[in-house]
Nanobody
Framework: QVQLVESGGGLVQAGGSLRLSCAAS????????MGWFRQAPGKERELVAS????????HDVNSVKGRITISRDNAKNTVYLQMNNLQPKDTAVYYC???????????WGQGTQVSVSS
């Protein structure tokens, strides 16, 4: 069993930055694929970025490429999402997820709100 707790969300102005953190508890964190999803009001949840155990990150939403970086620190059981040049379209609840492989996310955090004002 893995428990995930996100932090770092908040309200920023357009062009600002935030770094989200997701602290994981439980065994085998270093072997899990980790992902960040987001869900905006009235929209479906979408995968923003994911990173495998070997720290190979991918960014799954074209609109965030070049602005968002996913990373992980296995010694701290933590995954991060650095977001720069935030835009109002990035406003959403951001969720951390974990699973045994890409596309196999089984565990979810409670979410953290990111709001970007214009």
């Amino acid at each position: 069993q893995v428990q995930l707790v996100e932090s770092g969300g908040g309200l920023v102005q357009a062009g600002g930055s935030l770094r989200l953190s997701c602290a994981a508890s439980g065994r085998s964190f270093s072997t899990y694929t980790m992902g960040w999803f987001r869900q905006a009001p009235g929209k479906e949840r979408e995968l923003v970025a994911s990173i495998d155990w070997g720290r190979s990150g991918t960014h799954d939403v074209n609109s965030v490429k070049g602005r968002i970086t996913i990373s992980r620190d296995n010694a701290k059981n933590t995954v991060y999402l650095q977001m720069n040049n935030l835009q109002p379209k990035d406003t959403a609840v951001y969720y951390c997820a974990a699973g045994p492989g890409p596309g196999m996310f089984r565990y979810w955090g409670q979410g953290t709100q990111v709001s970007v004002s214009s």
